[in-house]
């Protein structure tokens, strides 16, 4: 009997996009963040370069940890494909 790993695909996808727009939400309300986008004391300590060095890695790290950990969570439990051909 073969299993279809449909529920496990489409529940990595959902897991990596809700990771995807999770990070950077989260990465925007910490107190660091706002204080390099203007929320300083008279723009002081304004970086905008903080948008091409660290939102990169926060959008790749919401994706893959999710994703990452699913995999494991799948390995871990036995939920292998069978390979009959």
């Known amino acids: ?3 279809r790993a ?6 990595g996808c ?3 996009v809700a990771g995807a727009i999770g990070a ?3 990465w925007l309300s910490l107190p660091r963040t706002r204080r390099h986008l203007g929320g300083g ?5 304004m970086d ?3 948008l091409l060095t660290e939102l990169p890695f926060v959008v790749l790290g919401g994706a893959l940890l999710p994703l990452l950990a699913l ?7 036995g ?7």
């Not at 939920?79 to 051909?85: A, I, L, V």
């Open 48 to 50: 905008w370069t903080v």
């Open 1 to 3: 009997m073969k299993r």
């Open 14 to 16: 959902a897991l990596s």
């Open 41 to 45: 004391f008279e723009n002081e300590g």
């Open 24 to 26: 950077p939400s989260l």
């Open 6 to 11: 449909d529920g496990v695909t489409c529940g």
């Open 79 to 85: 939920r292998r494909r069978s390979r009959q051909d």
């Open 71 to 77: 995999t494991l969570l799948v390995r871990l439990t």
